[in-house]
């Protein structure tokens, strides 16, 4: 399972990624990734291979991320779903063949990063996530219509606090 969340410090979109190659490509490996806005401050991480390029697409804080570094920073202006589509080809080793599971993530991002303060989503290996929290279905459409796939996916209120959403 990859579980991503976020802690939203000020000026950035701060983006943690817990996950492990479980059968995707590279070898067994845990981790801890983070990704962050340019907007904000780079902590000191001693001990963590910290990117020197600024990402500004998920295909390029994947690479990083199958490169081996720990701290990945996105350019202003990179989607808002791209940390968690780019965790995703990391983790479960997604492709373009793989649009089911692309789309699922790319509205799970576009969720999280619409949501106020810290949040955290669960991904699976075919794209499903589910978010805890406060967060709602019918408001999720409301906040993404017109910018997600939403005809790529269903979104479903699992429980009064889990929204599950899952590729068509």
């Keep these: 399972m990859l579980r991503i969340g976020t802690w939203s410090s000020a000026g950035s ?9 479980d059968g995707g490509p590279g070898p067994l490996e845990t981790g801890i990734k983070l990704i962050y806005g340019v907007g904000g401050r780079m902590p000191d991480l001693p001990g963590l291979r910290v990117g020197t390029l ?30 968690v589509v780019a965790a995703g080809m990391w ?6 063949s793989d649009p089911g599971a692309l789309a699922g993530a ?15 989503v669960e991904i699976c290996r075919d794209g499903r996530s589910s978010l805890d929290g406060d967060v709602r279905a019918e408001g999720v459409r409301a906040r993404l219509a017109g910018t997600g796939p ?19």
């Design 13 to 21: 979109l701060d983006v943690v990624v817990c996950g492990w190659h």
């Design 54 to 83: 600024v990402a500004t697409c998920a295909e390029e804080i994947a690479e990083a991320l199958f490169q081996g570094i720990d701290v990945v920073a996105t350019a202003p202006g990179c989607c808002p779903a791209a940390p």
């Design 91 to 96: 983790h479960y080793g997604w492709t373009g």
């Design 106 to 120: 790319t509205v799970a991002g576009l969720v999280m990063a619409a949501q106020p303060g810290p949040y955290a």
């Design 150 to 168: 939403l005809e790529s996916v269903r979104l479903s209120q699992e429980a009064p606090s889990r929204l599950l959403i899952t590729p068509c």
